[in-house]
């Protein structure tokens, strides 16, 4: 089959976003690339990603159901990596997405990470982190307070460093100082300075945390504890009745929190990359 492999043209920009709806969120940061059958011109699949110096990251590809297993996301792949002179990264909801597992599999991208989403019982989770906090003994002067209510600065120095990461795993790295976060979201002080946050947001019932961070010096104690219960403390007050938290296939301490309260798998995203030849 004879492709046409370019940019869309402005007329073509709606087919872009029917075919990859989930990349126009920042489509400003993208690139794209349509497929079209020459010989009877229509666009028979669609590509975007980011460029990098010598990589294209969070590629999404999206091959029309007609046209799949005829080739043409491979070639699309082999265009898009310069006949394995540039490395390719891509993440994938292997929950509803297996099709695309086995195409990466076979397009020689291998899974290096994992994001894991899971819900349980707000509750239980509830009770057990507030008898251990009441275990603990934190520093002298250490408090859990509003985010809004912490230095503005250090909050954004530690989203930065440890938060803001360039990828279509993590929405809200752009946005700590939303409304939503700041009325959700806690910081943890250690005489006035910022030892850790958890960013979390209420969906109804669901208190959703979506990222905690602890300053390198204040990991392993009391910090991540302390976010956890005071937040969950609070979401229950709130009304919330389960949790949603996310973990990556690194995060052993937190697929074991996952695994004590029986937590259920709601999501599984996979990032794939194929590396340069």
Not at 73 to 78: A, K, L, T
Not at 177 to 197: C, D, F, P, Q
Not at 227 to 246: I, K, S, T
């Amino acid at each position: 089959m004879n492709l046409l492999l370019r940019p869309p043209r402005e007329d073509e920009w709606p087919v872009c976003r029917m075919l990859l709806p989930e990349t126009f969120g920042d489509a400003a940061g993208r690139e794209y690339l349509l497929a079209l059958r020459a010989q009877a011109p229509r666009v028979v699949a669609a590509a975007s990603f980011r460029q990098g110096a010598d990589s294209l990251r969070c590629l999404r590809l999206h091959v029309v159901p007609s046209m799949r297993r005829c080739g043409v996301g491979s070639r699309m792949v082999e265009h898009l990596a310069l006949n394995g002179e540039r490395a390719l990264e891509g993440s994938v909801e292997i929950t509803r997405e297996q099709a695309a597992v086995v195409f990466c599999e076979r397009n020689r991208f291998g899974r290096v990470d994992g994001l894991t989403i899971v819900e349980g019982d707000l509750g239980e989770m509830r009770e057990h982190l507030l008898a251990l906090r009441a275990r603990l003994t934190p520093p002298e002067g250490a408090s859990v307070t509003p985010i809004r209510e912490a230095p503005a600065d250090e909050v954004a120095r530690l989203h930065a460093r440890y938060v803001a990461h360039d990828d279509e795993w993590n929405p809200w790295r752009t946005l700590v100082a939303g409304t939503a976060v700041k009325e959700h979201s806690l910081a943890a002080m250690v005489k006035g300075r910022v030892a850790g946050i958890l960013l979390g947001e209420l969906e109804g019932a669901t208190a959703v945390v979506r990222s905690r961070v602890v300053e390198p010096s204040h990991q392993g104690g009391w910090v991540n504890a302390m976010l956890l219960a005071e937040g969950l403390d609070r979401a229950w007050n709130a009304g919330a009745r389960r949790v949603r938290f996310f973990y990556t296939d690194s995060n052993r301490d937190t697929q074991k929190l996952a695994g004590r309260f029986r937590a259920e798998i709601v999501s599984v995203m996979a990032r794939f990359l194929r590396p340069a030849a």
